[in-house]
């Protein structure tokens, strides 16, 4: 697809960004939960391609439905698997029974999600347990929360043209993303054409937006642009940037 080009994760980044983390946080017994309806397989596929990869067994691998209300026969296997890490593959709902029940039967691993389950606050209104997210990280595509000093500009701005609304997460992702697209647009000049911003696009290397964790880098074989996602964690009432892990493939 010549014309199309993403500065978003896809899902096969994210799943490898997840066994990565967990890696680098020391974990030796890795366990997966999952869905398997077509969202849940277009991420569980890679991540269990990128498992392959690195020669990590799994000492369990579980399946949640997206609208399931219990999760304590899950839980109670990956208790008994001993799994010391947990890749979590679901929608913010089924995350939040198997974080809550987790907690309930005192199975405290290390919780690795992804960008379905980015926002740690409203995460932790689904689950309503205190603490039940102390292991707990995430994915996000930028390296900021809003409660960042460094977000003051954008937040002044959205208060500024948007009254009562607040900077969310998300918003600063439309900003990163439209950072690139204002690059680009002043590198292919004022005789536009649809031609001159593919291949400024195709040139594009190592672009420092300031929002995203890494740089933008595309080229005519590779059009997903952003291969770095940024690992967060709610600490009291603050979203915290931990880290960034750069993805190659």
Request: aromatic share 8%; proline share 6%; glycine share 6%.
């Amino acid at each position: 697809a010549p014309y199309i080009f993403s500065t978003a994760l896809t899902a096969s980044v994210e799943s490898a960004a997840q066994l990565e983390f967990a890696l680098e946080r020391g974990a030796k017994r890795i366990a997966v939960v999952s869905m398997r309806d077509a969202w849940g397989r277009a991420r569980y596929g890679p991540f269990m391609e990128a498992v392959k990869g690195t020669g990590v067994k799994l000492v369990a691998d579980e399946e949640m439905a997206p609208d399931a209300n219990d999760a304590t026969p899950q839980v109670l296997r990956l208790k008994a698997a001993q799994a010391d890490a947990v890749i979590i593959i679901l929608y913010p709902k089924p995350a939040a029974v198997f974080v809550r029940d987790a907690h309930k039967l005192g199975f405290r691993p290390l919780l690795v999600g992804q960008t379905a389950i980015g926002d740690p606050i409203a995460f932790r209104e689904q689950v309503a347990i205190p603490g039940a997210l102390d292991n707990f990280y995430t994915i996000s595509h930028v390296r900021y929360t809003p409660d960042d000093p460094e977000m003051e500009k954008w937040r002044s701005l959205v208060e500024k043209y948007f009254p009562g609304d607040r900077l969310s997460v998300y918003n600063i992702l439309g900003v990163a993303s439209a950072t690139v697209v204002v690059e680009v647009l002043k590198r292919a000049g004022r005789d536009l054409t649809r031609e001159r911003v593919r291949d400024e696009l195709n040139k594009l290397r190592d672009f420092d937006t300031g929002l995203f964790p890494g740089v933008i880098s595309c080229s005519e074989t590779d059009h997903q642009c952003h291969k770095t996602p940024a690992w967060i964690q709610l600490v009291g009432d603050k979203v915290k940037f931990v880290t960034a892990t750069p993805v190659k493939r």
